[in-house]
Each structure stands twice: as structure tokens, then as C-alpha cells.
């Protein structure tokens, strides 16, 4: 069998790896897995208010207002960069959510930012964290925790929005989810690194490579309890470099953040307001939006 065939076993282990590299790309990246349907759970959304069927309400393409809401875009150009920048007031912590890919928590439960704001009827949203891309890290949204099971990463930075509409921010390698759940939280988020904390810029203390790269980000600022900034920059294009973590950090100070939070960036970075995107999402490979397995909105 040997001199018929001398390359068979080659040939045989060949097509093994090949197999087993497509099993765990697929295990990886797209099959679903540990999935809990939250209908139960997740608080209920109202119908968006329409300007035609709706008193009260005033919209625009850059601005939302009504009893209970507040929210104007504006746009800034910092180092070449494109940022885009949501002031948010909310007159109840209700109105701040986490939104899940097809209303399921899980590993690879993917789609675009702008599909799970409209199935959310969202008025404004971000892309999250992007949970379901990693087996590890605190994950908690709308009251219900998911997985506690903690990052063993150099940077577990995480935030915690608690009830009173304040920012807790903390590192899983010294706090249990259990504990923050105690103080009163309703989402966390865990991606980071923090960026800004109790006034402080908190981001040029991490020497990380990824933290000196120019890419589009997300991040979100707290300026005081139910009054938050949304923010995105565009990257990876001509029209836009991006920008550095700690630019992102500066930028809040200097809006004037008290607490700050990095979360998931590149390809994923997208912001979604009154029906349409506002930034222009792309990884530097295609335009258009990545899948995400969350995000955070404010809804009615």
C-alpha cells in the first residue's frame, strides 16, 4: 500500500485538520450555544412615538424631545477623525435597556445594531459589548445575570449602570458579579478598559498595543446619573483615521465625563438613531455593519 499509494496517509491527515479546523472556526464564530430566551425577563418596550401620531414628541434627524427624553447628535472632528457624539437625558433609569440579538442571550446570537434597536423600537442605540464573542466576563442585562464567570485577561475593566442611573466601575479579577448585583445593578458590560474614573483619565495608565492603535470606537460617559453621552468614531478609512484609546478618554474629559467606559470598537462600532445609522460602520475590509450580539438604547 506504501508504493501504490505513498501519499495516502498525508493525504487522510490532511483532510482530518481541514475538518477540524472548519469544526472549531464554526464552534467558534457561528454556532449557537448556551442560549436563554429572556422574553420573561427583559423589561417590555413601548411603540415609538411618531411626531405625526404622538403630542408632545418633537424629532428630527438630530434631536429627540419629549416628557421623559432627551437627546441631541451632534458631530465633532478631533485628529482627522469623525465623531459622532449622542447627549442623553432620561428622566428614569427604565428608559436606559440592553437589547439582545433576536431577544436571546448566547454564544455567536449575532445581528446588525440596527435590526436589534428596530425589533427593540429603540429611539437611539450602540453596539455593546459583544458578549457572545467570548466564553468569560460578567454579563448582566436588564436585571437578569447571565454568566459570572470572570476574566483572567490583563485589562477586566467592567461597567455596571445601577439603578439610580450612576456608572460603577470595577475589575472582575477583585469583584464577584454577585457583589455588584447586590449594589443594585441592572446591566454589566465587560469589555473596557475604563476610561474615565471619579474625574479621572484612567486610560493612560494602560500601556496595552491595541490601546495605541487609531480605529473607530464606542464608548459611553456619564456626565451625572440619567444624563449620559453616546459616543462612536469612524476609522479604517481615508475619510476618517480614527482615533487612539486615550484620545477617546481626553475627548470625555474634556465634555465633561466623570465616569467612562470603552466598549466593543472596530467593525462593530455603530450608532442608530430615529431609524437610521449615523456613523458609517466598516472594519476595513467591507462597508456596512457587523452582526453584534447586543447593544444599549434608550426606548420610551
Known sequence: MKKRYPYLWAVIYGFILSAY??????????????????????????PLPTKESESGV????????????????????????NIFVADV?????????????????????????????????????????????????????NG?????????????DD??????????????????ASQIANKGALQIFSFGPILIEDGKIIEEENTSRRHFMSSPRTA????EPLHYLFVVSEG???????????????????KGCKQAYNLDGGGS???????????????GRMDGERKVSDIIYVGE
Open 58 to 81: 418633537q424629532a428630527s434627524d438630530h434631536s429627540y424631545t419629549s416628557g421623559s427624553i432627551q437627546i441631541d447628535i451632534s458631530q465633532d472632528r478631533v485628529n482627522d477623525t
Open 144 to 156: 437578569y445575570l447571565y454568566r459570572d464567570v470572570p476574566r483572567t485577561s490583563n485589562v477586566a
Open 89 to 141: 437625558k432620561i428622566d428614569n433609569i427604565s428608559r436606559l435597556r440592553a437589547g439582545l440579538a433576536d431577544g436571546k442571550l448566547g454564544r455567536n446570537v449575532k445581528a446588525p445594531t440596527s435590526q436589534i434597536a428596530e425589533e427593540n423600537k429603540a429611539i437611539l442605540a450602540i453596539n455593546g459589548d459583544f458578549y457572545g464573542y467570548r466564553d468569560d466576563g460578567y454579563v448582566m442585562r
Open 21 to 46: 479546523t472548519v469544526w472549531m472556526m464554526l464552534d467558534t464564530f457561528v454556532i449557537e450555544k448556551n442560549v436563554v430566551v429572556l422574553e420573561e425577563v427583559a423589561p417590555a418596550s413601548t
Open 220 to 223: 459611553i460617559g456619564l456626565l
Open 159 to 176: 461597567l455596571a449602570i445601577l439603578k439610580d442611573g450612576s456608572f460603577l466601575l470595577f475589575d472582575e479579577k477583585f469583584t464577584t
Open 236 to 254: 479604517r478609512s481615508y475619510e476618517s483615521r480614527g482615533i487612539k484609546m486615550w484620545e477617546m478618554a481626553e475627548y470625555l474629559m474634556e
Open 269 to 283: 462600532t455603530t450608532m442608530w438613531f430615529n431609524g437610521q445609522l449615523v456613523n458609517k460602520p466598516t472594519d
